[in-house]
């Protein structure tokens, strides 16, 4: 497992970020909701879900009641850097 300094995670992180990460930080959203809560397109909603969740900071499963589409949330990891930035 690779370890970055969470300093360096932060930097990394838009604005958007932080708004996705907020928004997962109490309940795990489907792409939709995340969408419209967040009034963003449909590729910059798509690239930013794959790159927070390509950097461990949130994790997809499939939607139980419709296969279509996957639930996101913070993953540990995910949260331990939203309350780091948040001291």
Not at 41 to 62: H, M, N, P, V, W
Request: hydrophobic residues 35%; neutral net charge; proline residues 2%.
């Amino acid at each position: 497992m690779i370890h970055i300094p969470l300093e360096e995670i932060l930097k990394n992180l838009n604005e958007i970020s932080w708004d996705i990460l907020d928004i997962l930080k109490d309940q795990s959203l489907n792409f939709v909701d995340i969408r419209s809560r967040l009034s963003l397109s449909q590729e910059k909603a798509y690239k930013e879900l794959a790159r927070l969740e390509g950097a461990c900071l949130i994790q997809s499963k499939q939607n139980t009641k419709d296969q279509r589409s996957k639930i996101y949330s913070l993953t540990p990891y995910g949260e331990s850097v939203f309350e780091f930035k948040n001291k």
